[in-house]
Each structure stands twice: as structure tokens, then as C-alpha cells.
T-cell receptor
Framework: EAGVVQSPRYKIIEKKQPVAFWCNPI?????LYWYLQNLGQGPELLIR????????DSQLPKDRFSAERLKGVDSTLKIQPAELGDSAVYLC??????????????FGPGTRLTVL | GQNIDQPTEMTATEGAIVQINCTYQ??????LFWYQQHAGEAPTFLSY????GLEEKGRFSSFLSRSKGYSYLLLKELQMKDSASYLC???????????FGRGTSLIVHP
């Protein structure tokens, strides 16, 4: 079974440029998460989707970050414009989405963003 | 909010046993995860505890005490490939989403 797929794996851009990250979750997983991970830190949740609905985006900086999951499968996370402090690893994860239960998240390899 | 505390770094010798502790303070509790993350790679699931006690899975075991807000991950017969970051993640009450600690970087040396 294929795991969570993310692309690109690495991205280097200059500040003020836009950037987009793509995620394909595990087949059959209804819940999709975007996390930000700084060096030496644990992942921090940016946004969570249940199917195509964003149900938790309280930590997403909405002035520059946006996300979508139009058909309830793939998802895109965008930053426009990027700032130096956005340099980090952006992780995507998915889970079955079991109602009323904690279920295990499976992570993709992440996109390492460097903003110059 | 949640407060999750784990040591920043630990070192151990190949073949030895190491215990990585995690303490937490949350409003309610719906479980605790341990993940392993090698440098530059995705976190991978190791264990999930929701009831008190020890869960053993091969060389890795995870323990939980809800009354003490405490968990540990026990790694036996350490191998060089066990060098990685180990993330403790706690699911607070009223939620099904874990909050991650900053991780413990384990270095295994010959």
C-alpha cells in the first residue's frame, strides 16, 4: 500500500515569492492534516480536513497561507508571499477519520522549504 | 492548553537499553502516541497507549500512567539504526488530535 505522497521534497525560493506544496493521502483516508515542523521541534498542526471540509484551521496564518482539498483527496498548501520565517518542513499526514475516536496519523516525507 | 515535556537529547550504547520519558499536563486525556523520526524523514508510528500499563511490541515497549501524567518508551537491544528523534504526542480530552512534544534525539554509539 502506498504511503502519503508529498511533492516537492525540497523547495528554495526568495522571500516574497509564492510557493505551493502538494499532498496525496493514503487511499481511503478521510482526514488530512498539514503540519509545520521547525528544526528540533515537534510537528505543529496548521489545518485539518475531514473529507473536503476544513474543520480546524485555527493555527493557519490566513493572511499568507491557504489550503484546499477540493475533491476530498489531494490537498494543496500555499504560501503567498513567503517570508524568511516560513523556512521549515511542511508535513502532510492522513488518517482513516474514525468518528468519535482517536486514530493513527500516517505522515508523508515532507517538503523542506528554504526562503532566502 | 497542553504541556508536554521530554528530554532534548539522550545517548546510549549499541546493545543497551534506553528509556525515554514523557510527562504531560492536559485538560482530559484521550491517548498518547510515540513516533520515531529519522533525520529528514517522516515520523512513523510506534505505539498508542490509552489505558495504564505496559504495551510491548518487539524491541520497543511503551508505558502509561494517566494519574501521573507520565509515559515512557523503552528500547531494548539498541541498534545503530535506532538513532532518531522520538516524539511523544498527547491527545487531550474533547479532541482526537494529538499535540506533539519537541522530541528526544537519541544517539546510539558503538
Amino acid at each position: 500500500e502506498a504511503g502519503v505522497v508529498q511533492s516537492p521534497r525540497y523547495k528554495i525560493i526568495e522571500k516574497k515569492q509564492p510557493v505551493a506544496f502538494w499532498c496525496n493521502p493514503i487511499s481511503g483516508h478521510n482526514t488530512l492534516y498539514w503540519y509545520l515542523q521547525n528544526l528540533g521541534q515537534g510537528p505543529e498542526l496548521l489545518i485539518r480536513y475531514e473529507n473536503e471540509e476544513a474543520v480546524d484551521d485555527s493555527q493557519l496564518p490566513k493572511d499568507r497561507f491557504s489550503a484546499e482539498r477540493l475533491k476530498g483527496v489531494d490537498s494543496t498548501l500555499k504560501i503567498q508571499p513567503a517570508e524568511l520565517g516560513d523556512s521549515a518542513v511542511y508535513l502532510c499526514a492522513s488518517s482513516l477519520g474514525l468518528a468519535g475516536r482517536t486514530d493513527t496519523q500516517y505522515f508523508g516525507p515532507g517538503t523542506r522549504l528554504t526562503v532566502l | 492548553g497542553q504541556n508536554i515535556d521530554q528530554p532534548t537529547e539522550m545517548t546510549a550504547t549499541e546493545g543497551a537499553i534506553v528509556q525515554i520519558n514523557c510527562t504531560y499536563q492536559t485538560s482530559g486525556f484521550n491517548g498518547l502516541f510515540w513516533y520515531q523520526q529519522h533525520a529528514g524523514e517522516a515520523p512513523t508510528f510506534l505505539s498508542y497507549n490509552v489505558l495504564d500499563g505496559l504495551e510491548e511490541k518487539g524491541r520497543f515497549s511503551s508505558f502509561l500512567s494517566r494519574s501521573k501524567g507520565y509515559s515512557y518508551l523503552l528500547l531494548k537491544e539498541l541498534q545503530m539504526k535506532d538513532s532518531a528523534s522520538y516524539l511523544c504526542a498527547v491527545v487531550p480530552g474533547g479532541s482526537y488530535i494529538p499535540t506533539f512534544g519537541r522530541g528526544t534525539s537519541l544517539i546510539v554509539h558503538p
